[in-house]
């Protein structure tokens, strides 16, 4: 059975009315930025890649630490890992890819198109999944789209019942938990279908880890700090 860690490499602030749909509090909302592992399976799985230390620089991120090294910690070589699953080409899920130099990087065939990326740049270590797929018996991708054109989102399954990593179709708990879409949309029925996807994924043990919320520390176990433990 796999085992699926949340790995936090840094944090920024903003204000509610700049994240949420039709919010007009000016309360600050923190942004955990995490990438994610699964073991178990025969070699380490990432999902994303997080960013380096140029855009932690540029962009004011509080705490950080490459997220190659957070994997390290964990106890994975990043030249260890041979699949990244990324969730969409935004640049704190994607941008630290030569982090991983042996990894083969699975996108969306939407999200690639929308984002304009020319795959022979990245030589032959983008494959593009259409759709739903199944990575390994009991990982599988699901194509929601909302946020971005492709958009994808994880399952795993665990002992402890279907984990599913949300990245940015679900930020915070509270855009899943109240149906709350962001501001940053491509597609406003497919987020909220999205928000159906995930809870039906996660059935009644709700495993659902959300993309950048701080609560995913405090619903989960840190084995050591930036390290949580989902199942
Ligand atoms: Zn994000």
Known sequence: MY???????????????????????????????FVWLILGGPQPLLVDTGFR???????????????????ERAGVKPGDIPISLITHLHYDHWAGHSLFPNAEFWIQGEEVAFAHLTTLNYGNKIRIVEGDHEVW???????????????????????????????DASHFYHNVETRQPVQIITSLPEMLTAFDTIDRL??????????????VSERFKPVEPGIIKIA
Not at 16 to 31: A, G, I, N
Not at 53 to 71: E, F, K, L, Q, T
């Open 53 to 71: 230390d140029d855009d932690a620089r540029a962009r004011g991120i509080r705490n950080y630490v490459s997220p190659a090294a957070m994997v």
């Open 137 to 167: 018996p009991g990982i599988r991708v699901h194509r929601v789209g909302g946020h971005t054109a492709g958009l994808q989102i994880v399952s795993v399954e665990t002992r402890r019942g279907t984990v599913v990593l949300t990245s």
């Open 202 to 215: 996660a059935g009644s043990t709700k495993l659902v880890v959300a993309g950048h919320d701080p609560q």
């Open 3 to 33: 085992q699926v860690f949340a790995l936090k490499y840094g944090e920024r602030d903003t204000t509610k009315c700049q994240f949420f749909y039709r919010e007009s509090s000016h309360d600050t909302l923190t942004l955990d930025y």
